[in-house]
């Protein structure tokens, strides 16, 4: 099975774990998608994906029924990283949410790493928000193997938002997200080691320790004298991001994770280039703006919209 049969399959897998019926009952059927027309039984059965004896089962996916979406999409999706030697095990999941499951990996040895946080999209991500043309508009349409997408037949399908036009988009999703996290990590900023990725997995350094993950900020009270470090470190890496043509575009508190007095900026799949987004400008003023909004709240004084001109002007007279 490819890697598209795959996501078909967990397409319609989740389509009946969501909600038996809502498949049947979604206003706008998928045109053309023959496997709506089998009853629901027949399309959940996953008999490519049963689990015999050869087929590793990691411990947090042990706890779950066999039968249960989130396990067989766990293994499909992490196998190859276990056969590789990059992980040993899922030891539970941290965080589940409406886009990722996010979860912790003790590292095989030859990583360097104890943890590795296993970021897991879900078949469903691409109708959400951060999909949003803001985000999208000046980027390049680039296919699995990262090259531009010349092809009128890629191009259509992405366009017309048929299933195949979603693979490509959820793959450049992810592949646009390891890279430009792995390009700040490259440039110093504080995030995550990214590790490796495949068509729905990205890999990455774990945050925390064996017991807890690391907080966001968000769930963080800071002192004082604290917070105003911290939020010296969030700007300079927003500097980082914009020295290398790249603006967050959906940071906030929410996606800084906190840890032994360190910050570590999460959460790449909406940065924008900044020579070529429209928004750029915009997005940069919004980012600071929340940044700024959070630090308020420990007396931390800062003009945002002072802040993003200081940033914004010498960065275009660079260009
Ligand atoms: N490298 C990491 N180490 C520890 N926890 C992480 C890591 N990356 C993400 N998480 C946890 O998973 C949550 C969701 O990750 P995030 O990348 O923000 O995805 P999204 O918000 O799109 O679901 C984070 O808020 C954090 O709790
Ligand atoms: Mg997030």
């Not at 969030?234 to 994770?257: C, E, K, P, Q, Y």
């Not at 959070?294 to 945002?304: E, G, H, M, T």
Request: aromatic fraction near 10%; hydrophobic fraction near 35%; charged fraction near 30%.
């Amino acid at each position: 099975m490819d890697k598209y049969e795959a996501y078909e399959k967990y397409l319609d897998f989740e389509d009946d774990f969501v909600g038996r019926g809502r498949a049947n009952g979604r206003k706008n059927p998928r045109p053309g998608n023959k496997t709506n027309k089998k009853p629901a039984t027949e399309r959940a059965e996953l008999t490519d994906f049963s689990d015999d004896a050869s087929v590793w089962v990691p411990k947090y996916a042990a706890s779950l029924d066999p039968k249960h979406h989130e396990r067989t999409w766990l293994i499909e999706s992490l196998a190859s990283f276990y056969q590789d030697n990059v992980i040993l095990d899922v030891t539970r999941r941290v965080k589940g949410g409406k886009e990722a499951n996010v979860y912790c990996c003790p590292a095989h040895p030859a990583t360097g790493l104890e943890l590795i946080a296993a970021k897991l999209y879900r078949p469903r991500t691409l109708r959400t928000l951060k999909n949003d043309a803001i985000y999208k508009s000046g980027r390049q349409l680039r296919g699995e193997d990262g090259k531009e997408l010349k092809g009128r037949r890629e191009k259509l399908a992405l366009a017309q938002k048929t299933r195949f036009g979603q693979h490509l988009d959820m793959v450049w999703w992810i592949q646009n997200e390891f890279s430009v996290q792995q390009k700040l990590y490259e440039a110093g900023a504080d995030v995550p080691r990214p590790i490796r990725h495949n068509g729905n997995t990205i890999l990455m350094e774990y945050v925390g320790d064996e017991w807890l993950p690391a907080p966001a900020l968000s769930d963080v009270a800071l002192e004082r004298d604290e917070a105003r470090d911290v939020f010296e470190r969030v700007i300079t890496n927003i500097r980082i991001m914009l020295d290398n043509h790249l603006i967050h575009g959906d940071l906030s508190a929410f996606n800084i994770l906190y840890w032994e007095e360190e910050v570590f900026i999460i959460d790449f799949p909406q940065v924008v280039d900044a020579r070529k987004n429209p928004h750029a400008q915009f997005l940069l003023q919004r980012d600071i703006k929340r940044v700024c909004d959070y630090f308020a709240r420990f007396k931390v004084p800062s003009d945002p919209s002072q802040i993003a001109y200081d940033l914004w002007i010498p960065y275009m007279g660079n260009e």
